[in-house]
């Protein structure tokens, strides 16, 4: 086992210790629920008969206890592309859970928003709140203690995080991701993107454009950009929740499905009671967080999860800040570049090697931790395998040794940037986020005057009248967890792109949120603390001068704040059911403790 590199083993022993009392209480909570939900046999007959009811020909395997009981917790709908296909996946699932003895009942659904059907409008500001509301769900799924197990379908932005926060309150059972694969690739993405640019100006008509997009995004599967959903299932692999290899194998395969009957069988070995016990609290412990942030790092993941990586370790008991994913940053080679930073997508990321190439990498530079429990009886290693079918069989090879498209994957040692591209930034304006594999380095400090704005339309309107056609750093507030929700704010990267295509220096700053689709901008986002209830970004005016510097880690203006007044704050909106989350926004937590307002009141 290669040596941990230094930065890596400080990171966790810090996180460790810091983490001490509240992972400790996690620990015991787990412990207790683990002997009282043993089994099935402390609930009543009435009880018991509720639950299998309508479990057909595996009614008596349930109600004498003898098989273990899966639960399917699933986002399926067949209105998003990325989780139509597990329509199909409960009656495999439980056909396969029946080869090994097993059962399987779907305790439940969860919802799953789509921030690409919802993005620049009112139901975006729903986005970042479904994943409470995914976890509660998931919550009340298992909380009818009839299970032995989980199995949790799901893939996109806010999905995965909030399946896993519900997930870990169940940790005294083992749990499984199951993706469902990329959609096969459309036309390129600088095509994609030239013609969204044309749109914004003004030379290309919306035909134009929805027949761009279309041919994009056009089949089941998940958007083959390297945005939150494809960073999501990375970190699965990376946290050991997959089957190795199982995150960019497409939907509708023979592979994908015999990887989602291994999961299954895999998912019946761990149980309580077996010889191979692997509670979900055991799998997610600091070690596996760090991991997931290397991964991150390491590939150019998206942004959103300097927001979701902290909420879900806060469900495990571990306490995660930006500082840590700033100084792991500065350690992790960025050996990855996958659209929006780089020409190809994930199909072409997992043809060079993909997920394997990647963990084997990190594992021999000693910049992942190899001695973690994982779904795969072999730990981490295992994950630098990847999965191929053998005369129709399942079975597993090593990683590439060399990657198949240098342009895409680059090993340890000869990086696309010696650092991972996620910076934290600081000053008189608060701390953020700043992506810096997604932007040319000439670009990495913009000093300009600001122009203030309160909604994405203010900007476009702005941009459309010609008032943005210079230097700029443009500023939208009031738009962090408890003022709005937290959108993500795509609808400014077009406009904004134009405008630094034709040489200005731009830079957005931004409470609100960006994906790892965002783009070449230059941003600040995430700001904390929030305009809301005075944070800086309030006291801001026209014309301030602002420094963003991802170089020197700086986020200020040389304007004089203290004397200054926050500016009012909008009025809450109201359409859109968006009037239904305003106890989430009343109660929700800064950007960087997760943005949850669920797990603040809690007290997690």
């Given at each position: ?6 930065a890596?083993?400080?990171v966790?022993?810090?996180i ?7 992972r ?9 629920e ?6 099935r ?5 009435s ?10 020909e595996?009614?008596s ?22 989780h ?21 009942q ?16 009112d ?6 709140f ?18 032995d197990g989980m ?12 399946l ?26 600088k ?11 003004g030379?290309?008509?919306r035909e ?5 997009e ?6 089941a ?7 939150t ?6 970190m ?5 929740l997959?089957?190795?290899g199982a ?6 395969t023979p ?12 998912l ?18 600091e ?13 150019g993941g ?8 902290p ?11 930006w ?12 050996i ?19 997920m ?12 992942a931790?190899e ?5 795969s ?11 191929v079918?053998m005369?129709?069989?399942l079975?597993?090879t ?26 934290l ?5 608060g ?8 932007v ?6 913009i000093e300009?005057?600001c122009?203030?704005?309160e ?5 476009t ?5 010609g ?21 993500e704010?795509?609808?400014l990267?077009?406009p904004?792109?134009?405008?630094q ?13 960006m994906?790892g689709?965002?783009?070449k ?9 929030e ?18 510097s991802a170089?020197d880690?700086?986020?200020a ?10 500016a ?5 909106e109201?359409?859109?059911?968006r009037?239904l989350?305003a ?9 960087e403790?997760?943005g949850s307002?669920?797990?603040?009141v809690a007290?997690?």
């Amino acid at each position: 086992m290669t040596d941990l590199a230094p930065a890596v083993a400080r990171v966790t022993d810090r996180i460790i210790e810091r983490s001490k009392d509240s992972r400790a209480r996690y620990l015991d909570l787990v412990a207790r629920e683990a002997d009282r939900h043993s089994d099935r046999s402390f609930l009543s007959c009435s009880n018991l008969a509720h639950g299998f009811a309508a479990a057909g020909e595996d009614k008596s395997a349930i109600a004498t206890g003898s098989a273990k009981n899966l639960a399917i917790v699933t986002a399926y709908n067949d209105m998003l592309s990325a989780h139509q296909p597990y329509g199909r996946y409960p009656e495999q699932m439980k056909l396969w859970a029946r080869e090994v003895g097993a059962t399987a009942q779907v305790a439940g659904g969860v919802p799953a928003m789509c921030d690409g059907v919802t993005q620049g409008f009112d139901g975006m500001e729903l986005s970042l709140f479904s994943r409470d509301t995914i976890a509660m769900s998931t919550g009340i799924a298992m909380s009818h203690a009839m299970f032995d197990g989980m199995a949790l379908l799901g893939i996109c932005d806010k999905i995965v995080p909030g399946l896993m926060i519900g997930a870990l309150r169940f940790g005294h059972l083992p749990a499984v991701f199951v993706p469902s694969g990329p959609m096969p690739s459309g036309i390129s993405n600088k095509e994609k993107q030239k013609t969204r640019q044309l749109y914004a100006e003004g030379k290309a008509t919306r035909e134009d454009l929805l027949a761009s997009e279309s041919a994009s995004y056009h089949s089941a599967g998940t958007c083959t950009f390297y945005g939150t959903a494809n960073s999501n299932q990375m970190m699965m692999e990376m946290m050991g929740l997959h089957m190795p290899g199982a995150a960019f194998v497409p939907p509708n395969t023979p592979l994908r499905q015999a990887l989602t009957r291994a999961a299954v069988h895999r998912l019946a070995g761990m149980g309580r009671k077996s010889e191979d016990y692997r509670p979900m609290a055991q799998v997610v412990n600091e070690k596996a967080i760090v991991n997931a942030c290397v991964g991150l790092l390491a590939t150019g993941g998206s942004t959103n999860h300097a927001i979701h990586l902290p909420a879900m370790a806060r469900a495990a008991g571990i306490v995660l800040d930006w500082d840590d994913l700033s100084e792991l940053s500065s350690a992790v080679p960025l050996i990855t570049r996958v659209y929006p930073n780089g020409s190809g997508d994930v199909n072409h990321f997992h043809a060079a090697g993909g997920m394997a190439w990647v963990v084997r990498e990190l594992l021999d530079a000693g910049l992942a931790h190899e001695d973690v429990l994982t779904v795969s009886p072999g730990g981490m290693r295992d994950y630098a395998q990847e999965p191929v079918l053998m005369d129709e069989a399942l079975a597993w090879t090593s990683a590439p040794a060399k990657s198949g498209d240098d342009t895409m994957l680059r090993p340890v040692s000869d990086p696309f940037q010696r650092d991972g591209g996620m910076r934290l930034v600081s000053g008189n304006l608060g701390r953020a986020t700043f992506k810096t594999s997604a932007v040319d380095k000439e670009r990495w400090t913009i000093e300009a005057p600001c122009r203030v704005f309160e909604t994405q339309e203010a900007v476009t309107q702005a941009f459309r009248d010609g008032e943005l056609d210079k230097d700029v750093v443009v500023v939208v507030r009031f738009q962090g967890p408890r003022a709005n929700g937290m959108p993500e704010l795509h609808k400014l990267t077009p406009p904004l792109g134009v405008l630094q295509d034709r040489g200005h220096k731009v830079a957005l700053i931004t409470d609100g949120r960006m994906s790892g689709a965002s783009g070449k901008v230059p941003a600040a986002i995430h700001v904390t603390p929030e305009a809301l209830g005075g944070g800086p970004l309030s006291l801001l005016r026209d014309g301030d001068v602002v420094r963003l510097s991802a170089e020197d880690g700086t986020l200020a203006t040389t304007a004089d704040l203290s004397a200054r007044e926050p500016a009012p704050a909008p009025a809450a909106e109201m359409g859109m059911g968006r009037e239904l989350f305003a106890m989430f926004r009343m109660s929700a937590g800064g950007a960087e403790q997760g943005g949850s307002a669920m797990l603040e009141v809690a007290g997690l």
